[in-house]
């Protein structure tokens, strides 16, 4: 479309938000994680307000309950968006790794009856004390964090032990690199742990 432009006419490329944020495909390989100094002052000049967050809904009984019978009847629980990447490679992590667990999309059409999905979300915030990203995870009914302290977990041990100590074994062989999966600014984060 470009080539058939007259010069001087101006075409607007629109990238998906993943594309830019995550850094995870071919397009970007040559992109560094960092702002360039050109980046810096185009974001140090644009006026922008960020779009509050809409309240979420005081969670009912009802959803207290499902919330602490997954986490308290499931090994190894995710909770995630249905096309959240980070929900997804924390899925395709464990995988990998051949562990068994129960992951819960709140977004999903199913829980959009009476706000059930942002109730579930209230409900976990309010039990982990954390903000409202996700995904959420949780190993022998304790929080653990979410992909970038999953990342974290596997690359300091911690996570093979604490999987020992919920009854679950990791593999030895396990085929390909199960931190493959993570968007490439986790992986080059070194998977730094946020949750203490």
């Given at each position: 479309?470009?080539?058939?432009?007259?010069?001087?006419?101006?075409?607007?490329?629109?990238?998906?938000?993943?594309?830019e944020r995550y850094l995870s495909t071919s397009l970007f390989d040559g992109v560094p994680i960092e702002m360039g100094n050109e980046e810096k002052y185009l974001d140090a000049t644009t006026i922008t307000e960020l779009p509050r967050d809409a309240p979420l809904p005081k969670p009912t009984p009802e959803a207290i309950d499902f919330v602490n019978g997954h986490i308290h009847h499931n090994t190894v629980v995710i909770w995630g968006l249905q096309d959240c990447q980070n929900s997804k490679a924390v899925s395709e992590f464990f995988k990998?790794?051949?562990?068994?667990?129960?992951?819960?999309?709140?977004?999903?059409?199913e829980y959009a009856a009476n706000e059930m999905g942002n109730q579930?979300?209230?409900?976990?915030?309010?039990?982990?004390?954390?903000?409202?990203?996700?995904?959420?995870?949780?190993?022998?009914?304790?929080?653990?964090?979410?992909?970038?302290?999953?990342?974290?977990?596997?690359?300091?041990?911690l996570l093979k032990s604490s999987?020992?100590?919920?009854?679950?074994?990791?593999?030895?062989?396990?085929?390909?690199?199960?931190?493959?999966?993570?968007?490439?600014?986790?992986?080059?984060?070194?998977?730094?742990?946020?949750?203490?």
């Open positions: 479309l470009a080539k058939e432009l007259p010069p001087g006419e101006t075409l607007l490329a629109v990238l998906a938000d993943t594309g990998m790794l051949r562990i068994q667990y129960d992951r819960i999309d709140i977004d999903s059409f579930f979300r209230a409900a976990v915030m309010k039990m982990t004390k954390s903000d409202r990203e996700l995904p959420k995870v949780f190993i022998a009914g304790k929080f653990v964090g979410g992909a970038q302290d999953i990342l974290s977990m596997w690359n300091s041990g999987l020992g100590m919920a009854g679950i074994s990791v593999p030895e062989k396990i085929l390909g690199n199960p931190t493959s999966v993570f968007p490439k600014w986790i992986v080059e984060s070194k998977g730094t742990r946020r949750i203490k």
